[in-house]
């Protein structure tokens, strides 16, 4: 095997992203790493400029990366593109690096490879990663780990439902805190199947964690949880919000899309409480 991969980095207008990145595909990409203005980059990552994307896409031979750099250039003269060689193993293994554990209240959440530094005394949550989100370290799932925290510290035995699940951090946190009936969902099989493994690694196997919709969830729930993306939960808020009897933290939205979603939820009677923010993520508590 190849000891070296080729990244070809394009600088490029938003509204021609998702064009680039199909054309980046069909070019025989191995992967694409997409950053925009609403998805804020991790520290030390160069960001797009404003009204830009950067997209990254990774290839395994020099001919195929320059072929895509030609087509890209000849399809997008105006995107700035630039080539670099790097180490495979810093490739396959980069990302473990950006992977960080976190301690939020009672809880210690982080990768396997990490949780031999769990500090005693607090709840482990062990989560693999892989493709799916939530490992705990990004700010909208710290957020959330807070709010679960500090409402199960005053329900004990609670009923939680969290909608888009991802790795099933929170579902898991929330048991692990002293939660009774945990129902996630997500729309996705692969983060189903991630979630499932992760509830099975942490002795929380009785979760129901599942790809149903929310239609064909029973019940309603003491907290509901959904660390999805303001558009989504702007769209999904005529059926979030039956599901909750008490209260409803949402995440995943930027601090210039919160009155957008308040707005949403306030129509549907709930009142917005105080909430809270990390850098540009914030966090909507919403009483029903």
Not at 179 to 207: I, K, R
Not at 265 to 280: D, F, I, M, N
Request: proline share 5%; with cysteine; hydrophobic share 40%.
């Amino acid at each position: 095997m190849s000891q070296t991969y080729l990244s070809l980095t394009v600088d490029i207008a938003e509204e021609a992203s998702e064009i680039l990145q199909d054309l980046l595909h069909e070019a025989g990409a191995l992967g694409l790493e997409v950053r925009d203005a609403e998805t804020p980059t991790m520290p030390g990552v160069r960001a797009p400029a404003k009204g830009e994307s950067i997209v990254v896409a990774y290839f395994e031979d020099r001919e195929s990366a320059e072929e895509a750099r030609d087509a890209v250039a000849e399809s997008h003269p105006t995107a700035r593109l630039s080539l670099d060689e790097q180490p495979q193993q810093d490739w396959s293994n980069e990302w473990k690096s950006l992977i960080k554990s976190v301690q939020v209240g009672r809880l210690w959440v982080g990768p396997p490879w990490d949780a031999a530094n769990a500090p005693e005394g607090k709840l482990k949550v062990v989560i693999e990663p892989k493709m799916a989100f939530g490992t705990g370290d990004h700010p909208t799932t710290s957020l959330c780990l807070a709010a679960v925290d500090d409402f199960m510290a005053t329900h004990p035995g609670a009923s939680v439902l969290d909608v888009g699940t991802g790795t099933g951090v929170l579902a898991i946190a929330a048991k692990k805190l002293g939660a009774g009936h945990v129902v996630g969902t997500d729309n996705d099989p692969t983060s189903v199947e991630l979630a499932q493994e992760n509830c099975a690694d942490n002795q929380t196997p009785d979760l129901d964690i599942s790809g149903r919709e929310l239609t064909e969830v029973a019940g309603t729930f003491d907290l509901v949880l959904a660390n999805i993306l303001a558009n989504t939960l702007i769209e999904l808020a005529p059926l979030i919000v039956p599901k909750a009897k008490d209260r409803l933290v949402l995440a995943g939205v930027l601090a210039h899309q919160r009155v957008d979603v308040e707005a949403a939820y306030r129509k549907l009677g709930c009142t917005v409480l105080e909430g809270a923010q990390q850098g540009e993520w914030v966090r909507i508590d919403l009483k029903r």
